[in-house]
């Protein structure tokens, strides 16, 4: 058993200080409506947490942010000074909103939306500083209570959400950590490319520099100009992004992003030519980091041009892997409720070195632009609806920064015969957009007369890639053939041409016919490789009518190259084909072709 | 005859997205890109823009606010990549 963290009281309480590095009149946030001060933080932290109902057991204060990181902020501590703890909803979707606002333990809504909900933060800090109110600044260092201060809500992707409650000690002493691990202290100017309601963007945008005396965006820009703007008119040192948005940024000229010393990327694997793209045009690294709601964060590992290094847990924080491969992972941001040491779904590989390589997940769960979806609540969410007999949902690597992307095959009640597709797939796409963020909804969905199933109700990977014309790796399903040069040879009473040909490893045909022993079917050799030459050498011919003497007497695999021969001697449409590899003849035989082209 | 640029956007679009199940003709000139209308997100937002600044060398607008604007349908795209590319 690892040993657990144990910190002295006094380092305990610094850990866990809000504000308490800035001085008064420090920059708090910049950008936005206006550059904010420490004293500015405080005071509008005091008219918030004066506006609240008072705290009751449990109570919390719902915070809705997606424009104003300061109003994020001086919610969150108006919030914990009256007492509440603060939730964090799964998404800003309304009905997501409107779901936990509808629980006991929420005493109010805390936001930035025009959601016209009470309380519109923006508007309150407007009307107090207009109106000259005089509410008594809170004092720093802001020292939130022991105990459980948040609860983060994660969803998957159907109604149902997790509550993940956050203790100080998890959340504060996670942002700490992260202080001391990258050194970032008063003079980080961090711009947040990602929203403050997620839980890597609230830790790494708001807690990180609240705790260690830093600065953060107002703003949340999204595209790449707007970032480059961002931290050019700021001048800000830190950015705080997502694999997607890295990718665009790369796009950026070289000197856009001057003035930033350290990058950000978590939420999902960020590409190695995403990683090199960017660390060349801008000489400058990418610390990615790995973590998740329930276990917070695990470990970083800083991306160059060069492929992916292996992954280095942060101080404190113990990994293993289990004798299934998973990631065992214990520390002192792992929530509260859960085993420890705890066991993920990450499957993983370890180094000698305590280093460790992540190899994906092991259950139903993938991160698609760094949201989690839950495949199996997908598939039954599709199932429920009416027109839908069967469903099977898999998730593919994607481009980008995208991290996965949704595929789904259906097989529509009545069949796939009686039913127009395309109408099928749009009411599909319409009904899981009600529930579901258009990130998780998939994006290919093709119909099917049959989900191909084992016994034990299991779909198999490969069988389902197949049915989207995709290799097990992911790859489109290769059809074609590596065609060399035709030799045509012609005398008075023959006429011939001689074709190689490569089968690719990786050739469609091969799959499906006998496992573990691929060869290319007789068939096969006929409608690909034998009729294409026969329609190149003799295009005046028209369709086959008989076939005789078809013999196939050597194995054709994969990566083979044959010699594809067809040969018309002057009996009318008669067409002698053989295919060789080297010396073994693998296929010989007859075609009777129709005299008269048809076009 | 050349394709209109609001079909070569369309086009666009459904390849840069791999939209593979949507056929560029069905999507509406002026209808919401974004959300309601054809289900894009903001990751999208950023694979689009990227495309279009690869096929077209127009870049996005450093105020977000405005790229909203630009992106939310093929009609808006295709005034800002001609007002870009007129302009140049």
């Known amino acids: 058993m690892p040993p657990v963290i144990v910190r002295t009281p006094d380092q305990e309480?610094?850990?866990?200080?809000?504000?308490?590095?800035?001085?008064?009149?420090?920059?708090?946030?910049?950008?936005?409506?206006?550059?904010?001060?420490?004293?500015?933080?405080?005071?509008?932290?005091?008219?918030?947490?004066r506006a609240l109902p008072p705290a009751f057991e449990n109570s919390q204060a719902l915070l809705v942010f997606d424009q104003d990181r300061y109003a994020m902020a001086a919610a969150l501590l108006g919030a914990l000074e009256r007492g509440h703890a603060v939730a964090l909803p799964p998404s800003g979707r309304r009905?997501?909103?409107?779901?936990?606002?509808?629980?006991?333990?929420?005493?109010?809504?805390?936001?930035?939306?025009?959601?016209?909900?009470?309380?519109?933060?923006?508007?309150?800090?407007?009307?107090?500083?207009?109106?000259?109110?005089?509410?008594?600044?809170?004092?720093?260092?802001?020292?939130?209570?022991?105990?459980?201060?948040?609860?983060?809500?994660?969803?998957?992707?159907?109604?149902?959400?997790?509550?993940?409650?956050?203790?100080?000690?998890?959340?504060?002493?996670?942002?700490?950590?992260?202080?001391?691990?990258?050194?970032?202290?008063?003079?980080?100017?961090?711009?947040?490319?990602?929203?403050?309601?997620?839980?890597?963007?609230?830790?790494?945008?708001?807690?990180?520099?609240?705790?260690?005396?830093?600065?953060?965006?107002?703003?949340?820009?999204?595209?790449?100009?707007?970032?480059?703007?961002?931290?050019?008119?700021?001048?800000?040192?830190?950015?705080?992004?997502?694999?997607?948005?890295?990718?665009?940024?790369?796009?950026?000229?070289?000197?856009?992003?001057?003035?930033?010393?350290?990058?950000?990327?978590?939420?999902?694997?960020?590409?190695?030519?995403?990683?090199?793209?960017?660390?060349?045009?801008?000489?400058?690294?990418?610390?990615?980091?790995?973590?998740?709601?329930?276990?917070?964060?695990?470990?970083?590992?800083v991306r160059h041009a060069g492929e992916a290094q292996s992954w280095l847990p942060f101080a404190g924080v113990h990994v293993a892997m289990t004798s299934?491969?998973?990631?065992?992972?214990?520390?002192?941001?792992?929530?509260?409720?859960?085993?420890?040491?705890?066991?993920?779904?990450?499957?993983?590989?370890?180094?000698?070195?305590?280093?460790?390589?992540?190899?994906g997940r092991s259950d139903g769960i993938v991160k698609i632009g760094g949201r989690r979806v839950s495949i199996p609540e997908v598939e039954d969410y599709i199932r429920q609806e009416a027109d839908v007999e069967d469903v099977a949902v898999i998730a593919i690597a994607?481009?980008?920064?995208?991290?996965?992307?949704?595929?789904?095959?259906?097989?529509?009640?009545?069949?796939?015969?009686?039913?127009?597709?395309?109408?099928?797939?749009?009411?599909?796409?319409?009904?899981?957009?009600?529930?579901?963020?258009?990130?998780?909804?998939?994006?290919?969905?093709?119909?099917?007369?049959?989900?191909?199933?084992?016994?034990?109700?299991?779909?198999?990977r490969d069988r389902l890639l197949r049915l989207f014309d995709l290799q097990p790796s992911g790859k489109p399903v290769n059809w074609t053939l590596e065609w060399g040069k035709p030799k045509v040879e012609r005398d008075d009473?023959?006429?011939?041409?001689?074709?190689?040909?490569?089968?690719?490893?990786?050739?469609?045909?091969f799959d499906g016919h006998f496992e573990h022993f691929p060869l290319l079917a007789g068939a096969v050799q006929l409608k690909e490789l034998i009729l294409p030459t026969v329609a190149r050498a003799f295009p005046e011919l028209g369709f086959v009518q008989s076939m005789s003497r078809i013999k196939f007497?050597?194995?054709?695999?994969?990566?083979?190259?044959?010699?594809?021969?067809?040969?018309?001697?002057q009996k009318p449409g008669c067409v002698r084909f053989e295919i060789r590899k080297q010396s073994e003849i693998c296929a010989t035989g007859v075609l009777t072709l129709a005299e008269d082209s048809v076009e | 005859m050349h394709e209109s640029l609001e079909d070569q956007l369309k086009d666009l679009i459904v390849e840069s997205l791999a939209l593979e199940d949507v056929d560029p003709s069905e999507i509406n000139t002026d209808d919401a890109l974004f959300v309601d209308g054809l289900g894009l997100d903001s990751i999208d937002a950023l694979e689009l823009a990227l495309a279009i600044q690869e096929k077209f060398g127009v870049v996005t607008s450093p105020d977000d606010e405005r790229n909203r604007e630009l992106f939310y349908s093929v009609k808006t795209l295709a005034e800002f990549v001609r007002s870009k590319t007129d302009a140049g």
């Open chain 1, 13 to 49: 309480d610094a850990a866990f200080e809000l504000l308490g590095k800035h001085r008064p009149d420090s920059i708090v946030a910049f950008g936005g409506a206006g550059d904010r001060t420490a004293t500015d933080l405080l005071i509008d932290a005091a008219r918030i947490s």
């Open chain 1, 95 to 301: 009905d997501a909103v409107l779901a936990l606002n509808d629980r006991p333990e929420t005493a109010i809504v805390l936001h930035d939306t025009d959601a016209g909900l009470p309380i519109s933060v923006v508007d309150l800090i407007d009307r107090a500083s207009q109106e000259g109110d005089d509410t008594p600044s809170l004092t720093a260092p802001i020292v939130p209570r022991a105990g459980i201060i948040m609860t983060v809500f994660t969803s998957g992707t159907t109604g149902a959400t997790t509550a993940w409650h956050k203790t100080r000690a998890e959340l504060l002493g996670e942002a700490h950590a992260l202080g001391e691990t990258f050194q970032i202290d008063a003079g980080a100017k961090i711009v947040g490319a990602v929203a403050p309601g997620h839980i890597y963007g609230l830790l790494f945008t708001i807690l990180l520099p609240l705790t260690r005396g830093g600065a953060f965006s107002r703003d949340t820009p999204l595209h790449s100009e707007a970032v480059a703007q961002c931290v050019r008119e700021s001048g800000a040192n830190t950015l705080v992004t997502v694999p997607v948005q890295l990718r665009s940024l790369a796009s950026l000229p070289a000197g856009s992003l001057s003035g930033l010393e350290r990058v950000f990327s978590s939420t999902g694997p960020l590409p190695d030519a995403v990683a090199r793209s960017f660390s060349e045009r801008f000489e400058l690294p990418v610390t990615e980091i790995l973590g998740s709601t329930e276990t917070g964060g695990i470990a970083s590992r």
């Open chain 1, 324 to 359: 299934e491969g998973r990631l065992e992972v214990d520390s002192p941001f792992v929530h509260a409720d859960l085993p420890r040491p705890f066991e993920t779904a990450d499957l993983i590989e370890m180094n000698d070195d305590g280093s460790f390589r992540h190899l």
């Open chain 1, 398 to 460: 994607a481009e980008g920064g995208r991290g996965h992307q949704l595929l789904a095959a259906v097989v529509p009640v009545g069949g796939i015969e009686n039913r127009p597709q395309q109408d099928l797939a749009v009411l599909l796409k319409r009904a899981l957009r009600k529930k579901f963020e258009p990130t998780c909804i998939p994006r290919r969905i093709v119909f099917v007369e049959v989900i191909p199933r084992e016994p034990n109700g299991k779909t198999p």
């Open chain 1, 493 to 509: 009473e023959r006429e011939s041409l001689e074709n190689s040909v490569r089968v690719p490893e990786d050739y469609a045909w």
């Open chain 1, 553 to 569: 007497s050597g194995r054709i695999v994969p990566g083979d190259t044959v010699i594809v021969r067809v040969e018309r001697n």
